[in-house]
């Protein structure tokens, strides 16, 4: 995981939650801690990440995370085991 990777794990854990946060960086965070990702048709995702499966719609019009997705982004991290403690490459 590089120095953006690490940055856009931060900003998904920050507390209060952040709007700012661009799918796009959510995805490549997401292929640098070696999840399968899958085109579902339209605007869906199926990741898998640490054995566990979850759908995500990618946000639109805009490119933001909306924050009922950042809590289940969340969730599904803690469920993936994955921290800040995750090492950097």
């Given at each position: 995981m590089?120095?953006?990777?690490?940055?856009?794990?931060?900003s998904i854990l920050a507390r209060p939650d952040r709007k700012d946060?661009?799918?796009d960086d959510f995805v490549s965070l997401l292929k640098a801690l070696g999840a399968d990702i899958t085109e579902r048709g339209g605007?869906?995702?199926?990741?898998?990440?640490?054995?566990?499966?979850a759908v995500f719609h990618r946000p639109h019009p805009g490119n933001e995370i909306y924050l009922s997705m950042l809590k289940r982004?969340?969730?599904?991290?803690?469920?993936?085991?994955?921290?800040l403690e995750?090492?950097?490459d």
């Open positions: 590089n120095k953006k990777h690490r940055q856009t794990l931060e946060i661009h799918w605007s869906i995702l199926g990741i898998r990440l640490n054995g566990r499966y982004i969340r969730r599904y991290l803690a469920e993936c085991d994955i921290s995750v090492k950097d």
